[in-house]
């Protein structure tokens, strides 16, 4: 966790406007075919701004990257941006080629 806060508002059942605290996540991804790094970068939710709307961004936290598939052209990765107790979220594909090259988009 970092020291980012997210602040998502909701009302509860007495319809009270209620401001939760969240802290965001910074996820360091590093990728090594032995001694040699291929890739490595600290990565945060605004990466995404190009795949998710603003206004989602502003309340939402990077919740994880998993690891999809390795293979010989590179490793395969899904980001999840989500609203903090919420279902909703978006799923980002990242393929980080054997050249340590970082392509994105969104998953279909």
Known sequence: PST?????SSY???GMLVENV????????????????????DVHKQDFRKYVPDSYLQQSVLSDIEIDGV????????AS??????????????????????TMKVQE
């Open 4 to 8: 980012y806060k997210v602040v998502r």
């Open 12 to 14: 509860n059942d007495d």
């Open 22 to 41: 969240y802290y965001d996540n910074i996820i360091n991804v590093c990728i090594y075919k032995g001694a040699q790094r291929l890739f490595s970068a």
């Open 71 to 78: 293979a010989r052209e590179g490793v395969e990765m899904t």
């Open 81 to 102: 941006v989500c609203v903090p107790d919420s279902p909703t979220s978006y799923k980002i594909k990242m393929f980080i080629s054997k050249d340590g090259k970082l």
